[in-house]
């Protein structure tokens, strides 16, 4: 249906030790080759769309690594290399000291026709959005969309290509993109710089950018998209339910907010006091889902979705797919009912996983909330991650991991129960507690713990002397000093070691 050019499938398969290649090489199959697996100590593996095939009963060993390292470009901050003038990406696995004990080779390709399905959106000149699980083929998409903005309609496009995967290794970049321009990005830390370079330095009328991934880089869309310049990008998330529920990257929609509204309006609305909204115009008009290359979900109102989600209501996607005689197929999914559509925005199955959140804290708040939550060990059990900022912002593995699967990601400011309590008011669309013996308790109790962790002295908010009694004998339990300063109505407790 579509015709694939250039794979350079030998270009990889020469840079493959050859006890591995010569199997593949040997296969009728081998056009269909999705990537080449080689971890120390196991035998080699190749992956094709339907299965799994051994290369060879031999152990991968050092000297087969170093023999593909050697061979390729140099690896980058992210973990990949290429091969110049080619599609192909290799990524690789490292140990504690640095040393590469695996490596991923992906077959790059690149396709014509792949944006039949989407064609007219892209010649629209809104701003687009791809979305989709890794390996469905959103790059190859993005490559070609570059290639027909810039050849077919003769815009001014700029590629910003932060590994490589949308033009190739190399100073000259490859074919696929046609007369599109490419940017190539030093580190993946300054893609979000590039991006601003691009519009500023060189008078594009579309920006392509591969894999926008962290708040600086959803800020820079939105910049580059205010100075009236198209922009189409691929996004960590495989759905638009994705990106509602990722802080990081919700600003690409609009970004969301909680509100809380006076009685008579919530009456009037028929809502709860405590509402979500989005906070500004998306930075993209349409969404696409790409399913895979024959089938996508198509959100071309993108503003008067999310208004319509966060309200409980659905505006479902168009579906689009291709025919056997390639012709382009549409239909409109039927709306969900209503208590479907809330069902979005608070999964009544949530399964947390705290990563730099306090575990027993996570869990007492879940209890005392009866929120449908249930706290996880590991990543892989949860559909939401709640972390601190702090641990965020240094980016660890388990934060990667789960921005690349598409999982929710809560941020939160500290480690506080009244933090803790806040998100899943939020995520499950309920009121958070608001008992004042239970918030002056709960707040002695995070005093008791940051001064317990070697700060000095913690004031507490000002509170009645029913209440301050109460705080005082919290941090006599705890083996701590305390007492009480200032004058009513703003007297407060502070609670500190030893004599202050």
């Known amino acids: 249906m579509f015709k694939r050019i250039t794979t350079d499938l030998d270009a990889l398969l020469n840079r493959l030790p050859p006890h591995i290649a010569q199997p593949i090489q040997e296969r009728q199959d081998r056009t269909e080759l999705l990537e080449v697996v080689m971890d120390l100590g196991r035998p080699p593996e190749a992956r094709y769309p339907d299965q799994e095939i051994v290369l060879s009963d031999k152990e991968v060993t050092e000297e087969d690594i170093e023999y593909v390292a050697s061979r390729i470009a140099p690896f980058g901050d992210d973990n990949r290399a290429g091969i110049e003038r080619t599609l192909h990406r290799i990524s690789a696995i490292r140990n504690r000291k640095g040393r590469i004990v695996g490596l991923t080779c992906r077959v790059g390709r690149a396709v014509f026709g792949t944006i039949t399905i989407i064609q007219d959106l892209v010649e629209s000149g809104k701003n687009i959005l791809l979305l989709g699980r890794p390996g469905v083929g959103k790059t190859t998409m993005l490559r070609e969309v570059a290639r027909v903005l810039a050849d077919d309609l003769k815009k001014r496009v700029v590629i910003v290509d932060t590994s490589n995967e949308i033009a190739g290794d190399g100073d000259i970049p490859h074919p696929a993109i046609g007369h599109a321009r490419r940017m190539q990005v030093v580190t993946p830390q300054l893609q979000h710089a590039v991006m601003i370079e691009a519009v500023e330095n060189h008078m594009p009328e579309v920006i392509v950018i591969d894999e926008i991934g962290t708040e600086l880089e959803a800020q820079a869309a939105r910049t580059i998209a205010e100075r009236g310049v198209q922009l189409v990008a691929t996004a960590h998330g495989n759905t638009l339910d994705n990106l509602i529920m990722n802080p ?100 009544t199955s949530k399964r947390i996983y705290p990563f730099g959140i306090n575990k027993s804290r996570l869990e007492q708040v879940v209890k005392s909330m009866g929120v449908p939550a249930k706290v996880v060990n590991n990543l892989a059990e949860a559909n939401l991650l709640m972390t601190s900022k702090s641990y965020y912002r240094r980016k660890p593995q388990n934060i990667r991991d789960a921005e690349s699967s598409g999982i929710p990601i809560y941020v939160l400011k500290t480690n506080k129960i009244s933090q803790i309590e806040r998100c899943l008011a939020n995520v499950f669309d309920v009121e958070a507690p608001d008992n004042p013996v239970i918030f002056a308790i709960k707040e002695a109790e995070e005093a008791v713990a940051q001064v317990k962790e070697g700060k000095n002295a913690v004031d507490l908010s000002p509170q009645n002397a029913y209440l301050r009694m109460l705080q005082h004998q919290l941090a006599d339990r705890y083996s701590l000093s305390s007492h009480s300063i200032g004058r009513e109505p703003r007297r407060r407790v502070r609670i500190f070691k030893g004599l202050a």
Do not use: N
């Open 248 to 347: 990081t990257l919700c600003d690409l929609i609009g970004g969301i907010q909680s509100v809380t509204l006076g009685d008579e309006e919530a009456k009037r609305r028929g809502t709860q006091k405590s509402i979500l909204e989005r906070k500004a115009p998306p930075t993209f008009d349409i969404v696409v889902e790409i399913q895979d290359w024959y089938h996508v979900a198509i959100h071309s109102a993108v503003t008067a979705v999310i208004d319509a989600m966060l309200r409980g209501r659905s505006m479902p996607p168009e579906v689009r797919w291709l025919d056997e005689t390639a012709e382009v197929r549409r239909e409109q999914m039927a709306p969900l009912e209503e208590a479907t559509a809330r069902k979005v925005l608070a999964d």
